[in-house]
């Protein structure tokens, strides 16, 4: 079982940078593909970015130029790096874990990690 932890969420004033942390030193991590994931308030979660298991990211549309995912197989853990950050991204980022076997879906959701845009 995976037991995803996010952490390094906090307070930041706009235009900071924030890094966010995620994974669990138990599981096989290398073969998941991880995404962040953020639910602002009173609205949907959404994807943010993600990383396949070969090192292909993505990034929204909205992100793009600003954060950067990356992942550390060694360390079984991927980041969300954020810069220039902005108050309509405040919300609650979940990190999640996903994988494919024969047919079966392996899907994981750390408890997500508060970050707060605001001066």
């Known amino acids: 079982h995976v037991h995803l932890v996010e952490s390094g969420g906090g307070l930041v004033e706009p235009g900071g940078s924030l890094r966010l942390s995620c994974g669990d030193p138990?599981?096989?991590?290398?073969?998941?593909?991880m995404s962040w994931f953020r639910q602002p308030p009173g609205k949907q979660r959404e994807l943010v970015a993600s990383i396949s298991n070969s090192g292909s990211t993505y990034l929204a549309d909205s992100v793009r130029g600003r954060f950067s995912i990356s992942r550390d197989n060694a360390k079984s853990t991927v980041y969300l790096h954020m810069t220039n950050v902005k108050p309509e991204e405040t919300g609650v980022y979940y990190c999640?874990?996903?994988?494919?076997?024969?047919?079966?879906?392996?899907?994981?959701w750390g408890q997500g990690t508060q970050v707060t845009v605001s001066s």
């Open positions: 999640n874990a996903a994988f494919k076997d024969h047919g079966l879906d392996y899907d994981f």
């Open positions: 138990g599981m096989i991590f290398s073969i998941y593909n």
